[in-house]
Each structure stands twice: as structure tokens, then as C-alpha cells.
């Protein structure tokens, strides 16, 4: 179940195609964070994998997602459980809470990142995603049909411009 507090943030960096660092705009208990969105699944880098490969993609569904929105302010909310890891460790700000949390633009609130990313084919949806929830599957839906035209489209990921991934597969939050 998701929580529906929001707050307003200003992204300092996307580090994956599905996860940001954020400021936080109002007093919080933390003024830094990390935000993995909770529908859209990216092609991950191999220094999250412990591989000695990105998955296909990775870069430019990165990219994709900084020209969106990375310098912007967003709103942030509302939170999803989060059953991964809690902490990330930042090179410069030390460990920083992980969340799980909508994102959208401040200036165009109505924009879904997550839809965003998955109807240009820059994700998947999560397979992970509540879909045991009834009450989930009017917008898994249509994230859906998002995923579907992006497939039909060969957009992004869907492109088979890369090596085979199966992002049907992707499962819990890997981005961290």
C-alpha cells in the first residue's frame, strides 16, 4: 500500500535509468535521498549486477531519463514499501536513505516518469510491481498498454538493436 504524502525535491543526479538522488525543497528528516521508481524497471549497470557487462541499454535509457529530468524539481511521492536495501552509501554525502516513490515534474505534475520512460520503451514495468492487489490493476493496465505499444513500436529496449535481455524477467528493485 502506498503512502500519499508528498514532498517537493530537486534532482542533483539520475544514477540509473530508474533511480534518482534527490534534494529534498522542505525540512526533512533527511535532505538527501536516493528514489527508485517504483513501476518503470531500466536496464542496469553492471556495477549493480556484479557482472562484468551493463545490460543492453543501460547508458541510454540513463541519459534518456537525465535530459528529462535531472536540475529539475519534482514531486516526490507517494511511498511504496520497500524490500530491498535501505542505505546507499554516496561518495561525498555518506549514506542516504533508499525510498521507493512516485516521481513526477513540479512544472507538469500530470507527467508520470514512470509512464514516461516505459511508453518510450527506456523500461519495463516491474514484474514485481503489487500485482497481487486488486485495487492495482486499473493502472497496471495501463502501464500495460504503455509497455505493449512500445513492444509493437520496437521503441528503446523493445528495438532489437541489442543483445537479447529478457526484460520480462526483471524483478525486484535492482537499480541499487
Known amino acids: 500500500m502506498a503512502s500519499a504524502e508528498t514532498s517537493i525535491a530537486f534532482v542533483l543526479s539520475v544514477l540509473t535509468g ?16 536516493v528514489i527508485i521508481l517504483p513501476i518503470a524497471c531500466a536496464p542496469t549497470f553492471s556495477i549493480f549486477l556484479n557482472s562484468a557487462a551493463d545490460d543492453p541499454f543501460a547508458l541510454e535509457s540513463l541519459n534518456f531519463l537525465r535530459q ?38 513540479l512544472n507538469d505534475p500530470h507527467e508520470d516518469i514512470d509512464a ?21 490493476q486499473s493502472w497496471l493496465s495501463h502501464y ?16 532489437g538493436n541489442s543483445e537479447s535481455v529478457d526484460y520480462h524477467s526483471k524483478t525486484q528493485f535492482e537499480s541499487v
Open 144 to 159: 500495460g498498454q504503455l509497455q505493449e505499444t512500445a513492444i509493437a513500436n520496437k521503441l528503446g529496449i523493445w528495438g
Open 116 to 136: 514516461y520512460l516505459i511508453k518510450n520503451g527506456f523500461a519495463c514495468i516491474r514484474e514485481d510491481v503489487h500485482n497481487n492487489d486488486p485495487s492495482n
Open 18 to 33: 530508474d533511480t534518482l538522488l534527490v534534494r529534498y525543497c522542505e525540512k526533512t528528516e533527511n535532505k538527501y535521498a
Open 68 to 105: 528529462r529530468i535531472e536540475n529539475k524539481r519534482v514531486l516526490i511521492g507517494p511511498s511504496y514499501p520497500n524490500k530491498g536495501p535501505k542505505i546507499f552509501t554516496h561518495q561525498t554525502l555518506g549514506s542516504l536513505p533508499i525510498s521507493i516513490n512516485s516521481v513526477n515534474l
